[in-house]
């Protein structure tokens, strides 16, 4: 199976920025698409962005559209996630998943245990 690790986390002032990887390792051959999510204190886990391990444009969740870039490194098995101009509202534990060929039921299978955002001054 992919094992997944995310990193670059941390605590930004409003309007920073930072830039999140997901190393993945394991079966990486396996990896159709990556995604990320988030989940904020007292909030439902949301998809942020998602992109496809072969070709194509990543797709975000309106809220975060403009201000965040996810990209894929294949060749280091890496997704990263670029967020600019941060808000206090995009405080949460982000995650990313991978979608595999050993997927059940054509969804993300795979999962990192998260890294923490908080933005705040």
């Known amino acids: 199976q992919v094992q997944l690790v995310e990193s670059g986390g941390g605590l930004v002032q409003p309007g920073g920025s930072l830039r999140l990887s997901c190393a993945a390792a394991?079966?990486?051959?396996?990896?159709?698409?990556m995604g990320w999510f988030r989940q904020a204190p007292g909030k439902e886990r949301e998809s942020v962005a998602a992109?496809?391990?072969?070709?194509?444009?990543?797709s975000y969740a309106d809220s975060v559209k403009g201000r965040f870039t996810m990209s894929r490194d294949n060749a280091k098995s890496t997704a990263y996630l670029q967020m600019n101009s941060l808000k206090p509202e995009d405080t949460a534990i982000y995650y990313c998943?991978?979608?595999?060929?050993?997927?059940?039921?054509?969804?993300?299978?795979?999962w990192g245990q998260g890294t923490q955002v908080t933005v705040s001054s």
């Open positions: 992109i496809s391990w072969s070709g194509g444009s990543p």
């Open positions: 998943a991978a979608y595999t060929s050993n997927s059940k039921n054509m969804g993300y299978d795979s």
């Open positions: 394991g079966r990486t051959f396996s990896i159709f698409a």
